[in-house]
């Protein structure tokens, strides 16, 4: 099993260019969930999801939006990047609400510039 | 409002210390309390976790001590090593909140031979 891969793994982008980070799993986990990591911050929850077909807002969700239109995948896109965005993004995902551990992917790094 | 606080921001502790990490939450909804590790540029993997109907967890080398009361929890490290060299996060998490993750700034740990 690969469990949670991300792609891609470095992107760098220019202020209001778009871009689609893709988080794939092959646990048939349930719960998926998008964090973003900065400096001195830990890790912040952008957006997750519940199950095939849900989505639901995090603690920072503003100028992402997020799809969940297959079980094994969740995707998490950018509109119009602003340089706040430029972050190490990580996914992750649990089995369901039942069980806590979550599998965390090897994360994206996005540069805005 | 940060609502799981961690500290301190950096350890430096000699081989065969002990490294010990404090955390702080404020939600008293949250019922699970994961550390997770991080090596540099890989994702956060989990090391050890602790539900509040007990006060104290111990795997290998690894113990979370837990105060309900108080609202505090720890990551106590014994005989650290220069592997153990890492970033730590301590993180909370509920039922109302779909299990996502409300994780402390994290801790970069460094273990000198």
């Known amino acids: 099993n690969a469990g949670v891969t991300q792609t891609p793994k470095f992107r760098v982008l220019k202020t209001g260019q778009s871009m689609t980070l893709l988080c794939a799993q092959d646990m048939n986990h349930e719960y998926m969930y998008w964090y973003r990591q900065d400096p001195g911050m830990g890790l912040r929850l952008i957006h997750y999801?519940?199950?095939?077909?849900?989505?639901a807002k995090g603690e920072v969700p503003d100028g992402y939006n997020v799809s969940r239109l297959k079980k094994q995948n969740f995707l998490l896109g950018l509109e119009s990047a602003a340089p706040s965005q430029t972050s190490v993004y990580f996914c992750?995902?649990?089995?369901?609400?039942?069980?806590?551990?979550?599998?965390f992917g090897p994360g994206t790094r996005l540069t805005v510039t | 409002q940060q609502q799981v606080k961690q500290s301190p921001q950096s350890l430096i502790v000699q081989k065969g210390g002990i490294s010990i990490i404090n955390c702080a939450y404020e939600n008293t909804a949250f019922d699970y309390f994961p550390w997770y590790q991080q090596f540099p540029g890989k994702g956060p993997a989990l090391l050890i976790a602790?539900?509040?109907?007990?006060s104290e967890k111990k795997e290998g080398r690894f113990t979370i001590s837990f105060n309900k009361s108080a609202k505090q929890f720890s990551l106590h490290i014994m005989d650290s090593q220069p592997g153990d060299s890492a970033t730590y996060f301590c993180?909370?998490?509920?039922?109302?909140?779909?299990?996502?993750?409300?994780f402390g700034s994290g801790t970069r740990l460094q273990v000198q031979p």
């Open positions: 602790i539900r509040p109907d007990v």
């Open positions: 992750a995902s649990s089995r369901d609400g039942g069980s806590y551990e979550q599998y």
């Open positions: 999801s519940v199950g095939e077909g849900t989505t």
């Open positions: 993180a909370a998490s509920s039922d109302t909140g779909r299990r996502a993750l409300t």
